[in-house]
């Protein structure tokens, strides 16, 4: 019987299953994205035009980004078992350090993380040390987002950098990007990404509606559903692989943008599902159900 009840298949990790990339310094890292295409379904009302995220160089904005993770696990008839991820809520603010130019086809965002807080008592207080830690965006002008750095506080505990990256992950493969064609208030487009989560390659498809546009303002409805690219799990740390019997995982949720800043400025996408995994000679079953929720929210000034 292979040993699986520390194994959750869960969003996590670099999700294109790219490692890390070292950068200068000891502690920061940075994680390729895998790229995202757009299909149009639908151009939408006129007036249409391009959607463009440009913010300008030295651009600054404060935003919470609030992530949880509710997962549990069973492996053949032992007990349940709760892998979650405690809520957390994060204080950033963000600069833009570079604008799309000419010479320069991505904006770069620098981010520090604030007073982070968690109602998990273990982890709300390990935050206290990693506060000041940065992270970092390279984004393109539809929004879609091709790097993530992470550079957490010397002092950090691995509980708190672990459960940031964590909220960081969620957050990037959970942004709207924006088609190249022109689109007006009705528009549909789908969003196509490729996600690893802990080893198994998902096709993301993100169905967007725009719904509401004022000047730089901009509200879209999504609905998000992953599929498994193939129909086995190969495990971690060459302990084997299992069928993928069933697998969900979908959800809905809105995203408000603006296009002078860097980052959304408001909504909620919860995605949720269950998976079932069996060993080829049918000898274990791991079931498992999952729910990730990621809210992003402007305080007032």
């Known amino acids: 019987m292979l040993s699986l009840s520390a194994l959750v298949a869960g969003c996590g990790g670099p999700s294109d299953g790219a490692p890390a990339v070292t950068a200068a310094t000891s502690t920061e890292v940075t994680v390729p994205v895998s790229a995202v295409t757009t299909t149009v379904l639908d151009p939408g009302a006129e007036p249409r035009s391009v959607v463009r995220l440009v913010p300008e160089a030295g651009v600054q904005q404060g935003v919470v980004l609030t992530t949880r993770s509710e997962v549990f696990q069973r492996v053949g008839d032992d007990p349940q078992q709760d892998f979650s991820t405690p809520e957390l809520t994060l204080p950033l603010s963000a600069t833009v350090e570079r604008a799309v130019s000419d010479e320069d086809p991505s904006t770069v965002v620098d981010i520090t993380v604030g007073s982070a807080t968690s109602p998990d008592e273990t982890l709300g207080s390990a935050l206290s040390d990693a506060e000041g830690s940065g992270a970092g965006l390279t984004i393109g002008p539809t929004g879609a987002i091709s790097a993530l750095r992470l550079e957490p506080t010397p002092d950090a505990a691995n509980i708190a950098r672990s459960a940031i990256e964590q909220a960081f992950y969620q957050a990037v493969y959970r942004i709207v990007s924006f088609p190249e064609e022109a689109v007006g208030v ?40 992953q599929t498994p690219r193939e129909s086995t799990w190969v495990l971690p740390n060459g302990q084997g692989r299992l069928d993928i019997e069933q697998y969900t995982m979908a959800g809905e949720g809105s995203m408000t943008i603006d296009a002078s800043l860097p980052l959304p400025v408001g909504g909620e996408l919860t995605v949720r599902g269950d998976q079932t995994y069996v060993e080829p000679d049918g000898g274990t079953r791991l079931s498992q159900s999952q729910v990730d929720r990621v809210g992003w929210n402007t305080p007032d000034q």
């Not at 789908?190 to 303002?217: C, K, N, P, W, Y």
């Open 186 to 225: 009705g528009a549909v487009w789908e969003i196509h990404q490729q996600v690893m989560s802990a080893g198994i390659t998902l096709d993301q498809v993100g169905t967007a509606t725009l719904v509401e546009r004022e000047d730089d303002r901009i509200t879209v409805d999504v609905k998000v559903e």
